[in-house]
């Protein structure tokens, strides 16, 4: 009864062009207990199993789409806005649920609700209206990237103080350090071990047996993460972002997808069953409310995170107009409140009649948020419009990155990832190893060195690393060679990590033997046993990191052997990480027709750049990746080119591009081997007095120089006969690796 009335009810949504979602709860509706003319669904008890578990494989899905390493490249923009937005909102939707009279759990999960916006619903606006080739179209990706991990992290948060029924500073505190940890955690153990181990059994898998194995590994981290006091959700986002690292990552997504798509179903359907239409009429006010909220608070938050993060009023504008929704999460949220039983049974179709509404208003507000921009202009005082604009620029004044903020950075991540894996074997001997020496040997003094030397030993590549490994970087051979002026705060950081390390063993040994015996006799006995096999320690935990960070990169590794640029729209608008919002240009991939009119043609024949102003950072062909192509190499069918531009030159050069008699057919895709980095004309980089065409910076990069910032003036594009002068800001697109190099060296 479920699915035949989905299908029937989606069906006629696909037919009307409206999210499968709001089919889904119709189609709940039609088959609850609310609505007396239709067959009802009686056995609600199996359909909220099924409905519990179609959430754990939406966000194991929505895990394969996101990976870690994808949060940490949106960028300072995206996230700037999304943290302004999401505070902001929750915020607001608590009081604005005390306001109404409803209790503080009901208010709190409200504002968790309106936290997160509808990336279903952005991406068939954007579709339908053609402005994925605007510049402000990644900042919204990029915010929804951070959104997805923030509401999980939210609804841990919601569901510890569901569980408390309390709001303490400090237990809030020490759940989001112990989140933080175990997250850690998991993803550098699945990251050393899941990889590896997909790849040895590739072989052996078809898409029967990693369909099977999928599936037990995220129900498998789901159990880990209730045992540890966690949602399943969490357990199951955080091995979809784990197995999104690698290599099998496509062919997961799309084995589990029809599973997905099936108790997704069930799951929507279930949320329209809680719906009672009476309640909704009655309840009218508040939807009313909310829908308000939702559109005038996400629109003024986000347009003002987005003003705060450095963007033009007009993309600010734009951003906010595009995230005035509430998205499915919403549902899910609601659904964790009301299986805790802490929220009223209103709240559901009060959320269901917001995100009607707003998913209906979301296509015009895009439409209208260029010409709502123009009106704000009219509108407001001239000095503000040019103070914002102003404060755009000025934030957007590029410093290179100092070789300090580079030492600092890997000496963090050095303490952190080795702190946290120290910790986590701390735990497993004192509350897995210890236990099972009790109960196999009598002696406690045997019994606790057995402990010790097995434990500290398995420890021991982690416990070195922490205090004596050193930054593999450019960077920090630069500032050791400065003894003058950098021996002293080098040896002063070295200190404290050793004394960290230092503690981390004593608490450990603590916990075996007594503090005496950890301060005066065991520390520095696994002080001098780690100096005297430094080299044999040293040689293993090199052989784990180059396992770890193989695994971790071996997604893009393969990628640049065999490159696809087939994949989805929202996964490529996430990965595109070019920027030149100094300029408002940013990079886009388009596919040259098969029937274009300019096919066979040089560059120097074609003159866009010159016609149009725009500049093409690349040329995909094949598995053929050509970096900065010259005046000589011409376009060929299906090739992919990465275009520099601003909107307006878009806007020119698109119809150009799409000359021929069919429907328009570029795409954008993301080439994660092509980037945008700025670098400073110092005495580092060695350029001052050089032109362009003579500094060697294509030959060196595989790149262009499409971008110099001189004298708070901008040059987009600039002649290669150009010289460089002393602060000169310099952008160049080209290949990563080789751009990097040139920045370190």
């Not at 190499?633 to 591009?657: E, R, S, Y």
């Not at 000169?728 to 080789?738: A, H, L, N, S, T």
Request: glycine share 8%; with cysteine; charged share 15%.
């Amino acid at each position: 009864m479920i699915l035949i009335t989905g299908a029937i009810t989606t069906l006629l949504f696909r037919k009307i062009k409206q999210p499968l979602v709001l089919g889904y709860i119709i189609a709940g509706l039609l088959v609850g207990s609310h609505i007396p003319i239709t067959p009802t669904v009686v056995d609600r008890a199996n359909v909220e199993i099924l409905a519990e578990i179609g959430v754990i494989f939406l966000l194991f899905s929505l895990g394969l789409e996101f990976s870690f390493k994808k949060l940490m490249r949106v960028g300072g923009a995206a996230s700037i806005t999304a943290f302004v937005e999401i505070i902001f909102i929750t915020i607001a939707g608590y009081f604005a649920g005390i306001w109404m009279g409803w209790s503080s759990m009901d208010s709190l999960f409200l504002g968790g609700m309106l936290a997160s916006s509808s990336t279903t619903i952005i991406i068939r606006a954007f579709d339908e209206l053609g402005i994925k080739t605007k510049q402000y179209a990644r900042i919204v990706f990029g915010v929804l990237v951070v959104e997805d991990i923030v509401v999980i992290l939210l609804m841990v948060l919601l569901s510890t103080a569901a569980v408390s029924q309390q709001f303490q500073g400090t237990e809030l505190v020490l759940t989001v350090l112990k989140l933080l940890f175990f997250l850690a955690l998991w993803f550098l153990a699945g990251i050393f071990l899941l990889p590896t181990f997909l790849k040895k059994a590739k072989k052996l898998m078809d898409e029967e047996t990693l369909l099977i194995l999928s599936i037990g590994l995220c129900l498998g981290m789901v159990v880990v993460a209730t045992q540890v006091g966690f949602s399943a959700e969490l357990g199951a986002f955080i091995m979809g972002s784990i197995m999104a690292e690698t290599t099998a990552a496509e062919r997961v997504e799309h084995v589990i997808k029809p599973v997905k798509d099936l108790f997704g179903a069930v799951f929507f359907v279930s949320v329209g069953m809680l719906i009672d239409p009476k309640t909704i009429l009655q309840y009218g006010g508040p939807v009313l409310i909310i829908t308000l909220l939702t559109l005038l608070g996400k629109f003024l938050s986000t347009t003002m995170g987005a003003l705060l993060s450095g963007q033009p009023l007009k993309q600010s504008v734009q951003v906010g107009m595009s995230m005035a929704q509430i998205g499915e999460f919403a549902f899910i949220v609601a659904t964790l409140g009301l299986s805790l039983g802490v929220i009223s049974d209103f709240l559901f179709p009060v959320a269901v009649g917001v995100s009607a509404i707003t998913t209906f208003t979301t296509p015009y507000m895009i439409k209208f948020s260029e010409p709502f921009y123009n009106f704000i202009v009219k509108i407001l005082p001239e000095k503000w419009v040019v103070g914002l604009n102003r404060y755009s620029r000025s934030t957007q004044n590029i410093q290179a990155e100092s070789s300090w903020k580079i030492v600092i950075k890997s000496y963090a991540t050095i303490a952190v990832t080795n702190g946290i894996i120290i910790s986590a074997l701390m735990l497993l001997s004192i509350n897995f190893l210890m236990p099972f020496l009790r109960s196999h040997v009598a002696d406690e003094m045997t019994r606790s060195i057995i402990g010790l030397v097995v434990s500290l030993g398995i420890a021991s590549p982690f416990v070195w690393a922490l205090m004596a490994k050193k930054p593999d970087t450019v960077a920090y051979k630069e500032l050791w060679i400065d003894t003058k002026y950098n021996h002293g705060p080098l040896l002063i950081i070295e200190i404290i990590r050793n004394l960290l390390g230092v503690i981390l063993v004593s608490i450990w040994v603590d916990r075996l033997f007594s503090a005496n015996v950890a301060i005066l006799v065991a520390v520095p006995i696994i002080i001098v046993v780690m100096v005297l096999f430094s080299n044999r320690i040293q040689s293993f935990y090199q052989r784990i990191e180059g396992r770890f960070l193989t695994n971790l990169n071996e997604r893009e590794a393969a990628a640049e052997v065999v490159s696809s640029l087939s994949g989805d729209t929202f996964r490529n608008h996430f990965n595109n990480q070019t920027d030149l919002s100094p300029w408002d240009a940013h990079m886009v991939d388009l596919r040259v027709n098969q029937q274009a009119e300019y096919i066979g043609k040089t560059l120097v024949e074609l003159a866009w750049r010159e016609k149009y102003g725009i500049n093409i950072a690349y040329i995909k062909r094949g598995n053929m990746l050509i970096y900065a192509p010259g005046r000589n190499n011409k376009l060929l069918p299906f090739d992919h080119i990465g275009v520099i531009a601003t909107d307006d030159q878009m806007q020119m050069f698109k119809p150009v591009f799409d000359t021929t008699d069919g429907e328009p057919r570029g795409t954008e895709n993301d080439v994660e081997d092509v980037i945008l980095q700025k670098i400073v004309v110092d005495e580092h980089t060695k350029l001052k007095g050089l032109t362009i065409r003579s500094s060697g910076i294509r030959e060196r990069t595989n790149g262009l120089v499409v971008g110099i910032e001189r004298n708070k003036k901008r040059i987009l594009n600039p002649d290669s006969t150009m010289v460089f002068e002393w602060d000169d800001v310099v952008w160049i697109v080209g290949e990563r690796v080789k751009i990097q190099k040139l920045v370190t060296v």
